[in-house]
């Protein structure tokens, strides 16, 4: 049993090491998300079978967060104490990259996927939520039978998703100017990674109860059609993203045409 807690603590360690070192953006959205579903398991299963006190659990997790930074202080330590020797305003100063001004609005979230417009060199993508995921995500509160477990993951995601949802509007501004670092993020929209990470939890729970109506109304077989289904429509929905408009310039991008074009530019 040592060996085991030993082994899954050694590899939570690594992992978590390696989430700040691959983005640090990501790692400051990451971990107080990871922590807080982390001391929710523990919430969650502290009258189940587990002898295992609840003490001990909370210890490992802090064990797990400090180990964690520690393995990977070599790379953020530095970033957070030497921030006079460097122009670190300048991340943020700019009106592009100020949170203040990256704020979606809330017709934006549900708005159909479409082709980019190659001729434009950052060209507005819609950002927002896959409307067959959150069809899905809402089928997942229909009355059916859960376990205990499964209610309280389902709620506990809700609320999380509704949460990183209302940070992308702007009247969730105060909540970005008084927590410290957040302004780092610089676009809100990052939010909806893991929030349409949690949201795909959801819409697989719908899915699962969809197919339990589906398979009580029909054979087995309308359980895999409806899987096939879900997934093609899914993939359909983001081929527009995909797959961007073909770019019709009314230049010679032929290596010839360059190097006219070169030429005759000096």
Do not use: C
Not at 27 to 38: D, E, S, V
Not at 189 to 202: E, M, N, T, V
Not at 239 to 263: Q, W
């Amino acid at each position: 049993m040592f060996r085991l807690v030993a082994w899954s603590l050694l590899t939570a360690v690594v992992l978590f090491a390696a989430l700040v070192l691959v983005h640090n953006i990501t790692a400051l959205i990451g971990t107080p998300l990871l922590l807080t579903y982390a001391l929710f398991l523990v919430w969650a299963d502290r009258n189940s079978a587990d002898s295992t006190p609840v003490r001990q659990k909370v210890s490992l997790i802090v064990i797990w967060l400090l180990l964690g930074l520690g393995l990977s202080a070599f790379f953020w330590l530095p970033a957070m104490l030497e921030q006079n020797l460097v122009q670190i305003d300048r991340l943020t100063d700019s009106a592009d990259f100020d949170f203040r001004n990256n704020f979606i609005a809330m017709r934006t979230l549900f708005t159909l996927p479409q082709t980019a417009d190659p001729a434009l060199v950052n060209p507005p993508l819609p950002i927002g939520y896959g409307l067959p995921q959150l069809l899905l995500a809402l089928l997942s509160w229909l009355p059916t039978r859960l376990t205990s477990s499964e209610r309280q993951h389902r709620l506990a995601i809700t609320l999380v998703i509704l949460i990183l949802t209302g940070m992308l509007f702007a009247f969730s501004r105060p909540l970005w100017e008084l927590l410290p670092l957040l302004h780092f993020v610089q676009f809100p929209w990052r939010l909806l990674g893991p929030a349409s990470l949690l949201l795909a939890l959801l819409a697989g729970l719908g899915a699962r109860t969809l197919a339990t109506i589906v398979t009580q109304r029909a054979a087995n077989w309308g359980n895999a059609a409806l899987s096939v289904g879900a997934f093609v429509t899914i993939v359909l929905f983001a081929m527009p993203l995909l797959f961007p408009a073909a770019y019709r310039s009314a230049v010679d991008l032929s290596p010839a045409g360059l190097i006219a074009f070169e030429a005759r530019l000096g």
